[in-house]
């Protein structure tokens, strides 16, 4: 054995405390910590040819990488959509790495490929979906989004009897797949299923909505030469808008297409009693993304793939190989999804649903959501910002009436430490958003962003007048 190795081996349970140790610190720390960095240059990394131990590693990376790492897993992180990692789920993700298990087949009896589909069957019931769909760990919302649109696109090919997983797509006539605003990991998804992303045709939306005009639909639906998917959202990126899924069903009675629903985030609204009727109807689906890294604050990277049509799935992922063994009626996770090995996903997610259950994490939807209608409530006294949709779930999309510093005001607020909001654009306007997603944020918090807010906005303001 190499002697860094042996070395280590003999010191593991001393490791092992150290790097608790710097853990624990880190987290105690976590919500005075800067929310973001400034961008800055970083020496390479370069590779040792002996090796430094993993005592010296862990030295190295506290004092040259952690001190440039954005807190993104604290309370005032309102990027993108993004989680944080409840205690519980920390314990299952650490003990994922300990046991290391690819729970993708039966052959070695562990039973980490039964907790996985214990754990679906819970995130089935967190999420009120029906017994008809069958769920799929994988990597995030654009693996979820992929498997969907990949089933979708079996399914277009069986309806000119052809089977696209085995034929290809050169006999296959062009799917038109409608949507409105689609989340850009679904695009990319056509990219790599090689239907292409000018397959998308753009669905009119609702004035001032990003959510579908469910007559334009109609219209395209009527008028599409075969058959046609349908990409819906549960939590539009922007405004965290909603497609009408009540009349997506009824349309479903009337036209022959594959519903995809996009709830990497929305999903989550069915956790609540406030926020289901924006969900109604959406178990018409034939198939549902929802990302757990997200709402369920569960670590990088987790996310699940629902689906009705667990056949076209199995021959669309089946992995031959006979050292593996073929798809049976019950496939294992290698013939599901993409990956034929994947980590441990499922067991954060066990610990956390198991912690907290159902009203635990009903209890943090309904917190961030409260806190999103607040700061929009906030911007609407202030004669600084305009609020610029109204705030449906956890997403609050503002701007500076100044329309020229908006675009400013980001790199202003992520250089102060105190939070992060992520740029966009809304109906051609410079826009910001903020995502509630953390399980650690509170009224506090929300105190504390909203006066980072405002002070960088008033300094913005005076160091750059408004001509006359």
């Known amino acids: 054995m190499h002697p860094r190795l042996a070395d280590d081996l003999d010191h593991l349970p001393a490791l092992i405390a150290l790097a608790s140790a710097y853990a624990t610190a880190v987290l105690e720390q976590l919500d005075s910590a800067p929310v973001a960095v400034p961008p800055r240059a970083q020496a390479a990394a370069t590779l040792s040819p002996a090796g430094i131990g993993a005592q010296e590693a862990l030295r190295r990376f506290r004092e040259t990488i952690a001190p440039s790492l954005s807190a993104s897993a604290g309370p005032r992180y309102l990027g993108f959509v993004t989680g944080g990692t409840t205690p519980a789920a920390l314990i299952g993700d650490w003990l994922a790495a300990i046991f290391d298990q690819n729970p993708v087949s039966r052959l070695d009896g562990s039973t980490a490929l039964q907790l996985e589909r214990d754990t679906v069957t819970m995130l089935r019931t967190l999420f009120g979906l029906p017994v008809e769909f069958a769920g799929s760990f994988v990597s995030g919302a654009t693996m979820s989004n992929?498997?969907?649109?990949?089933?979708?696109?079996?399914?277009?090919?069986?309806?000119?009897?052809?089977?696209?997983?085995?034929?290809?797509?050169?006999?296959?006539?062009?799917?038109?797949?409608?949507?409105?605003?689609?989340?850009?990991?679904?695009?990319?998804?056509?990219?790599?299923?090689?239907?292409?992303?000018?397959?998308?045709?753009?669905?009119?939306?609702?004035?001032?909505?990003?959510?579908?005009?469910?007559?334009?639909?109609?219209?395209?639906?009527?008028?599409?030469?075969?058959?046609?998917?349908?990409?819906?959202?549960?939590?539009?990126?922007?405004?965290?808008?909603?497609?009408?899924?009540?009349?997506?069903?009824?349309?479903?009675?009337?036209?022959?297409?594959?519903?995809?629903?996009?709830?990497?985030?929305?999903?989550?609204?069915?956790?609540?009693?406030?926020?289901?009727?924006?969900?109604?109807?959406?178990?018409?689906?034939?198939?549902?993304?929802?990302?757990?890294?997200?709402?369920?604050?569960?670590?990088?990277?987790?996310?699940?793939?629902?689906?009705?049509?667990?056949?076209?799935?199995?021959?669309?992922?089946?992995?031959?190989?006979?050292?593996?063994?073929?798809?049976?009626?019950?496939?294992?996770?290698?013939?599901?999804?993409?990956?034929?090995?994947?980590?441990?996903?499922?067991?954060?997610?066990?610990?956390?649903?198991?912690?907290?259950?159902?009203?635990?994490?009903?209890?943090?939807?309904?917190?961030?959501?409260?806190?999103?209608?607040?700061?929009?409530?906030?911007?609407?006294?202030?004669?600084?910002?305009?609020?610029?949709?109204?705030?449906?779930?956890?997403?609050?999309?503002?701007?500076?009436?100044?329309?020229?510093?908006?675009?400013?005001?980001?790199?202003?607020?992520?250089?102060?430490?105190l939070t992060f909001v992520t740029p966009t654009v809304l109906h051609g306007r410079a826009a910001i958003r903020a995502a509630f997603s953390s399980w650690r944020t509170t009224e506090r918090d929300l105190d504390t962003i909203w006066e980072a807010l405002v002070a960088a906005a008033e300094r913005l303001c005076q160091a750059e007048p408004q001509p006359c």
């Open 146 to 417: 992929f498997v969907g649109l990949a089933l979708a696109r079996e399914w277009a090919g069986r309806t000119h009897g052809i089977r696209v997983s085995d034929e290809g797509l050169g006999a296959l006539p062009r799917i038109a797949v409608l949507a409105a605003t689609p989340h850009s990991s679904s695009t990319k998804a056509l990219s790599m299923l090689g239907l292409g992303r000018s397959a998308w045709q753009k669905v009119a939306c609702l004035p001032d909505r990003e959510a579908m005009d469910l007559a334009a639909l109609e219209r395209h639906l009527i008028g599409a030469a075969g058959p046609c998917v349908v990409i819906a959202s549960a939590g539009t990126v922007n405004t965290g808008d909603f497609d009408d899924f009540g009349e997506l069903a009824r349309l479903k009675e009337r036209h022959r297409f594959w519903l995809h629903v996009d709830a990497a985030f929305g999903g989550f609204a069915s956790l609540s009693p406030a926020l289901q009727p924006l969900l109604e109807g959406w178990d018409c689906a034939d198939s549902i993304c929802i990302d757990l890294h997200k709402w369920l604050n569960v670590p990088y990277d987790s996310a699940v793939a629902f689906t009705r049509h667990r056949d076209l799935q199995a021959d669309v992922f089946s992995n031959f190989s006979a050292y593996l063994g073929r798809s049976t009626e019950d496939p294992e996770p290698i013939h599901l999804v993409p990956e034929n090995s994947h980590r441990w996903r499922a067991l954060p997610a066990w610990f956390s649903l198991t912690a907290y259950g159902a009203e635990g994490h009903r209890e943090i939807v309904e917190r961030d959501c409260a806190l999103a209608r607040e700061l929009s409530e906030r911007i609407q006294r202030s004669e600084l910002f305009d609020l610029l949709a109204p705030v449906r779930l956890n997403i609050v999309c503002f701007a500076l009436r100044r329309r020229d510093l908006t675009e400013k005001l980001v790199a202003a607020v992520r250089d102060t430490g």
